[in-house]
Nanobody, 114 residues
Framework: VQLQASGGGLVQAGGSLRLSCKAS????????MSWYRQAPGNEREWVAG???????TYVDAVKGRFTVSRDNVRRMTYLQIDRLKPEDTAAYYC?????????WGQGTQVTVSS
């Protein structure tokens, strides 16, 4: 089972990015997916999730700016980030649970300049 995240980069405040996470080795449509982020010196925090049925949830700090989605045919989950802020600077990770164990993608760096 592997997750591969991509799409990060350096953007100016107010810009947008779409992060992607490709799953392999699992029947993707059966699994809930989550996005986390970790800023330097901070603990990794959950920011958004999408169930296998497509229901979405977000941490309050990102509601209205982050949109999580999935494409079960392509085995992808996405995190659209709009109106980026410098405090969104972090490494972003996708995650799922497989047979009771957390499976993490390798992280993709988002850096927002002011």
């Amino acid at each position: 089972v592997q997750l591969q995240a991509s799409g990060g980069g350096l953007v100016q405040a107010g810009g947008s990015l779409r992060l992607s996470c490709k799953a392999s080795g699992i029947n993707f449509r059966l699994y809930d997916m989550s996005w986390y982020r970790q800023a330097p010196g901070n603990e990794r925090e959950w920011v958004a999730g999408i169930t296998n049925g497509g229901s979405t949830t977000y941490v309050d700090a990102v509601k209205g700016r982050f949109t999580v989605s999935r494409d079960n045919v392509r085995r992808m989950t996405y995190l659209q980030i709009d109106r980026l802020k410098p405090e969104d600077t972090a490494a972003y990770y996708c995650k799922t649970q497989y047979r009771g164990a957390d499976v993490w993608g390798q992280g993709t760096q988002v850096t927002v300049s002011s």
